[in-house]
Structure formats: C-alpha cells, structure tokens
C-alpha cells in the first residue's frame, strides 16, 4: 500500500529565511509526486510534480523539490520565504496523476 | 478557462439525512475525482470517474457513491450520514488516467449535527 509521511505537523519561519519540508513516501514503483499547498477555506493548488527524468523540478511561486529515490523522500524547498507563503503544505504519492495519498500536512507560519 | 466549480459551499445536515454535492470539471476535462477532508488531516482517495464510469474506489462504504455525467460534471451521494462524515468534499478533475495533474475545487463543507 501506499503512504506519505510529513514528519513536520507546525512549521514557524522568519520571512526571507530558507525552508525545507520533508515528505517520505511509501510506493512499490516510480511514483507520481506531488507538493500542493492549502489557504484556509481553500481547495489544494499545484505547486509542483515528479514523474520522471530530472531529480530536481521546479514549481510555481520559487518552490523546487528534489526526488531522492534511496531515502524516498521528496522534500519541498524554497531559498526565501514570504509571508503569503503562509498555508498548508500537502505532498502526495500515487501510481497515477489522479489517485492520490496524501500526507497529514504541514502548516507552515511566517514570522515578519 | 473556467476552473474546477463545486456547490454548495457549506451545507449542514443531521444524522441518518442523505446529501448530494455537486461538481462541474474544469473545461476539457474528463476525469473527476472525490476526496474527504477531515479537518486536520490530508485529503483521502473516495473514488474517480473517467468518462461516466467509476475508475477506482478508496476505502470508503458503499453508502458513498456517485455519477459523472456526459458534460463530465459529477455529483458525490452519501447516505445515511453519520457525525464522522463531517469533512470539506474536494473534487478534482482532470484529463485521462495518465499523467495529468488534478485540478482542485474548493470544496463542500459538510457539518453533520
């Protein structure tokens, strides 16, 4: 069976420092990856995707991911945070683009 | 383009009651898929339609089901509503079974008193 785990569940950082997330992911194949982020009272929005090829993929709003196949992790950074980065972060795992498990979260809070 | 569409946004509702949500794809797209939202956790799989017919199924009882439409739109029932279903319905839709990312709408939040 497939599962994520966010190791994280309450982030806090100051805005223009660096951020990591982590996920790691349970999958018997190459998986489908994915980071989506959540405003409060919002659905999930598409940050970023790992199907195959480039280890490193680059997303929207400055975020990347790297895939580390030998740690299956694929953790979500950022070089300088905003305070409108201020959400919930999802990552997900499936065997396609559509059926997903997603991970409990993190909530990430930006100090000024 | 018109984005991933669901109503109603906020519906109450007690127990035993049925409920339908509603959701209306994003333009050219054919797959529709559900996931439960409790509140403090991650969305979980209920099921997918591709092109009318059900393609796949979370864990999830069979008092939750649904249709999708030849427009795509899709509808999510649940019958006999109990206290746990209390959750945000997220629909996603997307284009085939393959490697096309959802697109998230969002969502319904069910209250069941």
């Known amino acids: 069976a497939q599962s994520v785990t966010q190791p994280d569940i309450h982030i806090t950082v100051s805005e223009g420092a660096s951020l990591e997330l982590r996920c790691n992911y349970s999958y018997g194949a190459t998986p489908y990856l994915f980071w989506y982020v959540q405003s409060p009272g919002q659905g999930l929005q598409l940050l970023l995707k790992?199907?195959?090829?480039?280890?490193l993929v680059q997303g929207i709003k400055g975020f990347e991911a790297e895939f580390k196949r030998s740690q299956s992790s694929f953790n979500l950074r950022k070089p300088s945070v905003h305070w409108s980065d201020a959400a919930e972060y999802f990552c997900?795992?499936?065997?396609?683009?559509?059926?997903?498990?997603f991970g409990t979260g993190t909530r990430l809070q930006v100090t000024l | 383009e018109t984005g991933v569409t669901q109503s109603p946004t906020h519906l109450i509702k007690t127990r035993g009651q049925q409920v339908t949500l509603r959701c209306s794809s994003q333009?050219?797209?054919?797959?529709v898929s559900w996931y439960q939202q409790a509140l403090g956790q991650g969305p979980q799989f209920i099921f997918q339609y591709y092109r009318e017919e059900e393609n796949g199924r979370g864990n999830f009882p069979p008092r939750f089901s649904g249709l999708q439409f030849p427009n795509y739109s899709s509808e999510l029932n649940v019958n006999a509503l109990e206290l746990d279903d209390s959750a945000l319905y997220l629909c996603?839709?997307?284009?085939?079974?393959?490697?096309?990312?959802?697109?998230f709408g969002d969502g319904t939040r069910l209250s069941i008193l």
């Open positions: 997900a795992v499936g065997g396609t683009a559509s059926k997903l498990t």
């Open positions: 790992y199907f195959s090829g480039d280890t």
């Open positions: 333009s050219g797209h054919n797959t």
């Open positions: 996603a839709s997307s284009l085939g079974r393959g490697d096309q990312p959802q697109h």
